[in-house]
């Protein structure tokens, strides 16, 4: 399918746990992001990458770790989930542009 | 810092009616500034895509302008429908990342 895909779309899991969300787009866009949304904070920016192996630290990126070994490809690793880390997560794709939104990952940490 | 305010926080409005919303940036030194819409549990949607050099993009019922010299960005829906109901965000394009706005709620009711 063409476009841009989050996987798991719903995850539970405990806290201390190793999770990680996936992101695949098709486009072939240099840059991709991962932002979480929580409610009375907005949208927050927590890595994203310019290019395949280029990757920055956003707003928020304590607790997460990202990788980009291949363009259409950017996860997203929460190395040890904390309840703090509930939250839906975005990723997104650009051609330096426009940016182009998955339909997220909803994240419970119990 | 770039910093983006989006007024109103909540509108709600009867079927028909044109409509105003609103974004402020701090920083005018941007790129382009993206409209999104955000249905209830969904991912977002872009809308419309300004760059630096435009004043305006126009889609279908929607138009936004973009002043850079005063920080604003007006997004206009003419003639709303309740299918017009979502979450409206703007977001100021800084370097390599958008900074969003917290949103506009909108019901539109028949």
């Known amino acids: 399918d063409a476009g841009i895909t989050q996987s798991p779309r719903y995850k539970i899991t405990e806290t201390g746990r190793q999770v990680t969300l996936m992101c695949h787009q098709t486009?072939?866009?240099?840059?991709m992001f991962w932002y979480r949304q929580d409610l009375g904070h907005g949208l927050r920016l927590i890595y994203y990458?310019?290019?395949?192996?280029?990757?920055d630290k956003g707003e928020v990126p304590d607790g997460y770790v990202v990788s980009r070994s291949k363009t259409e490809n950017f996860p997203l690793t929460l190395e040890s989930a904390t309840r703090s880390q509930t939250s839906v997560y975005f990723c997104?794709?650009?051609?330096?542009?426009?940016?182009?939104f998955g339909p997220g990952t909803r994240l419970t940490v119990t | 810092k770039q910093e983006v305010t989006q007024i109103p926080a909540a509108l709600s409005v009867p079927e028909g009616e044109n409509l105003v919303l609103n974004c402020s940036f701090t920083?005018?030194?941007?790129?382009?500034l993206q409209w999104f819409r955000q249905d209830p549990g969904k991912g977002l949607t872009s809308l419309l895509l300004?760059?630096?050099?435009?004043r305006e993009q126009t889609s279908g019922r929607l138009n936004a302008s973009l002043d850079k010299s005063s920080g604003r960005s007006t997004l206009y829906i003419a003639a709303s429908q309740p299918g017009d109901s979502a979450t409206y965000l703007c977001?100021?394009?800084?370097?390599?990342?958008?900074?969003f706005g917290t949103g506009t709620r909108l019901q539109v009711f028949p």
């Open positions: 300004i760059q630096s050099s435009q």
């Open positions: 997104a794709s650009s051609d330096y542009y426009e940016q182009y």
């Open positions: 977001a100021a394009h800084a370097t390599d990342k958008l900074i």
């Open positions: 486009w072939s866009h240099s840059y």
């Open positions: 990458s310019a290019a395949a192996d280029i990757t």
């Open positions: 920083d005018s030194a941007i790129y382009n």
